[in-house]
């Protein structure tokens, strides 16, 4: 039989793929936002670069071309920003709203669950600066670099002897390749680890926020890291790591917390869990199981749950599980194949297509079966 941390450590786990999962959705989301605005963009940008090859000065006419460029460029950063805030807020609503239950789920009848505001949690989080800055300050640089990225890409062009269609295409990219060879794919790239660390400092800081109001109930948190070819060396050594449920000191271990889990480094995608006491130190019978408001019955020992990597929980979870993580085909050469987790990453931690899988490993899809 599981105990009460065991469950609440493949809760966490099942949890941090599903949030990984809608941090993609929404950074497709926010993207779509400034490819809609590029269009205009390029417009205006042909315009203005049209108009200054016709000068005999223009370096000197540059500035004053571009300024209908800056300003679709400022409209598109406002944009992003109001649809960031509004994807944020609705997260962080979620991710109390579900914290808080899951909390609830995984203890005994008898023990009391204290809420938290998630409006409150929201305003606090954003009035914290996440990696040294504060989510509004971030947009703003990131629309002035974009707009001196243009600026200075224009300039080069002129310099270069370039045609106005070259200079374009230069900062926009090529359709063939999906734009990615152009400078604006920078500002992209940017936007992208904006939105996953934002989403990271807000989990972590509904999670700070459920189990301080709970702290009574909990024996200390634990720091999960999702460990792949992409771990961070910051998050693979904390590991499993214990701390001190509301100061963060670390307990039997000199690392320190940092910002914690999912705000450990831009783009973190690490959680804590929490570990519960025990029944006898709850005030509850000690020397019988418990049964847990969800119905399940377990064992409340107050006793770290074993350490478990992703590889070694997906492993054990049902193929429907595994089918819902990683799609079926790879579900079936984990499953059938005995391909491990690890051999379906490049070496730079890029998830491999099938066909690439398959040319890596041909046998792994003859033992399943595909």
Request: a positive charge; charged letters at 20%.
């Amino acid at each position: 039989m599981k105990t009460v941390n065991d469950l609440l450590v493949d809760e966490s786990i099942r949890h941090q793929i599903q949030l990984l999962k809608y941090s993609n959705h929404t950074v497709r989301k926010m993207i779509a936002v400034l490819n809609r605005a590029d269009a205009s963009l390029r417009t205006a940008l042909l315009s203005a670069v049209e108009s200054a090859n016709s000068s005999t000065d223009k370096i000197q006419r540059l500035e004053s071309l571009l300024g209908s460029v800056r300003a679709m460029n400022s409209q598109a950063y406002s944009q992003l920003g109001t649809d960031i805030g509004q994807a944020l807020k609705d997260f962080t609503l979620y991710e109390a709203a579900y914290t808080t239950n899951v909390l609830t789920q995984f203890t005994p009848v008898a023990v009391s669950i204290a809420s938290i505001s998630a409006e409150s949690v929201y305003a606090a989080a954003m009035a914290r600066p996440f990696q040294g800055v504060l989510l509004k300050n971030v947009l703003v640089d990131l629309e002035a670099n974009r707009a001196r990225r243009i600026r200075q890409k224009v300039a080069q062009g002129f310099v270069e002897n370039k045609t106005t269609d070259q200079i374009v295409r230069d900062i926009f990219g090529t359709k063939k390749n999906q734009y990615a060879d152009g400078l604006l794919e920078v500002s992209r790239r940017e936007a992208k680890a904006v939105v996953r660390t934002a989403m990271g400092h807000l989990a972590g800081f509904v999670q700070d926020s459920v189990a301080e109001a709970n702290a009574d109930l909990m024996a200390a948190v634990q720091w999960l890291s999702t460990l792949d070819l992409r771990t961070s060396s910051i998050c693979r050594i904390r590991d499993n790591k214990l701390y001190d449920t509301v100061s963060h000191k670390p307990i039997k271990h000199n690392l320190p917390w940092l910002g914690g889990p999912g705000r450990a480094h831009w783009a973190c995608r690490s959680a804590q869990v929490y570990v519960m006491k025990s029944a006898e130190q709850l005030g509850l019978p000690s020397n019988t199981d418990v049964v847990l408001r969800n119905g399940t019955r377990a064992t409340m020992d107050g006793q770290v749950a074993k350490e478990t990597t992703y590889a070694d929980w997906i492993k054990e979870q049902s193929f429907a599980r595994q089918s819902e993580v990683l799609g079926p085909t790879r579900a079936k050469l984990l499953r059938d194949g005995k391909l491990p987790l690890e051999r379906m990453y490049s070496l730079n931690g890029q998830f491999l297509d099938l066909s690439q899988l398959q040319a890596s490993d041909a046998a792994a899809f003859r033992r399943a079966g595909l």
